[in-house]
């Protein structure tokens, strides 16, 4: 068992989902590089009661499930489509019922899908404001991906591929000793 948890998250409904895809082939990586147990949810495993909450008290216990997961996780791979430029609501509305505390520090990796290139900064001018508010640590590569980096909702963009190679190298920084290393030194 790892000592490390890794957790994922995908800021859509859909399945099968290319967000959904991108966040668990960057957590698979990740988790195979450095050693980490992980687990990848989406909207549908928060389940029905985020859209009512007001409060994180007022969520069943499914949904409060996957929000102990993710404040209890070592480093995050957060996913999200983007709709007009932006998140869906939803996947903002999760996040707001995380207390600040909860993620200062914390190394996420943030990835967002869409489908072209107009939506490609949705990362940095979106995503990154909003997990800086946190003060986590989203890490310098963002990874974003369109419709044109999957075949049957899987990587298959060389392009797309290296970056991820690059986001994950880049939790050395948090983890400086990679699975590989180690058993490499043995």
């Known amino acids: 068992m790892s000592a490390h948890k890794l957790v994922g998250i995908s ?108 939506h490609a900064l949705m990362v940095e001018h979106q995503l990154r404001p909003l997990f800086g508010f946190f003060m986590a640590h989203t890490l310098p590569t963002a990874v974003y991906a369109s419709d044109r980096d999957f075949t049957d909702y899987r990587v298959s963009s060389e392009p797309l591929a290296s970056r991820i190679h690059e986001v994950v190298g880049e939790l050395s920084a948090f983890f400086p000793h990679p699975v590989t290393v180690l058993a490499a030194a043995e």
């Not at 102990?68 to 998140?87: C, H, N, Q, R």
């Open 11 to 118: 800021g859509s409904f859909n399945r099968p989902s290319k967000t959904y895809s991108l966040v668990q082939t960057v957590a698979n990586l990740a988790s195979g590089r450095y050693g980490f147990s992980s687990r990848i949810y989406d909207l549908h495993d928060v389940g029905s009661s985020l859209g009512a909450a007001q409060r994180r008290e007022d969520l069943d216990d499914q949904a409060k499930g996957v929000i102990d997961e993710i404040v209890s996780a070592d480093a995050l791979v957060i996913g999200s489509p983007t709709f007009k430029g932006s998140y869906p609501g939803l996947f903002k509305h999760l996040i707001d019922l995380i207390d600040p505390h909860e993620l200062r520090a914390k190394p996420i990796i943030i990835t967002g899908t869409g489908g072209g290139d107009r």
